[in-house]
């Protein structure tokens, strides 16, 4: 059996729609939505303001494709669909291969290596 003491669950105080946590000892901070209500070129700036947080990156789906970004050095990363495309999906034009990202987070960079993992 593995030691997981190095894992934290981290209380959500946002908003059912809005998540915000903290990584390497609080040097960067991550936001994250599902993407139904925002534009991927608007995500930043719309966050920050309903939340008053300077977000280091931001992590959203919902357009069923990868995507990066950088917006006023904040990292955009879209993650795709696990399960690729669906009727939902298909009807939206928002074809993709199932896939999600590892992100490498490290004290130089809040994004230093994304991989993405074609499944």
């Known amino acids: 059996m593995k030691d997981y003491d190095n894992i934290i669950i981290c209380e959500n105080g946002i908003d059912e ?3 915000a946590f903290n990584v390497l000892d609080g040097k960067y901070t991550i936001g994250a939505v ?3 209500k925002d534009r991927v070129q608007k995500v930043v700036s719309n966050l920050t303001c309903a939340t008053k947080i300077d977000f280091d ?3 959203t789906a ?7 970004d ?3 050095e904040v990292i955009v990363l879209s993650n795709s669909s696990l399960m690729g495309t669906d ?3 298909k009807n ?4 993709a291969k199932p896939s999600q990202n590892f992100i490498v987070v490290n004290e130089n960079s809040v994004c230093d290596y994304i991989h993405r993992i074609v499944l």
């Open 87 to 89: 009727n939902y999906s």
């Open 92 to 95: 939206g034009r928002l074809t």
């Open 70 to 72: 950088e917006q006023n």
């Open 57 to 59: 990156m931001i992590l």
């Open 62 to 68: 919902h357009y069923h494709h990868f995507s990066g």
């Open 17 to 19: 729609d809005i998540i």
């Open 34 to 36: 599902h993407g139904h």
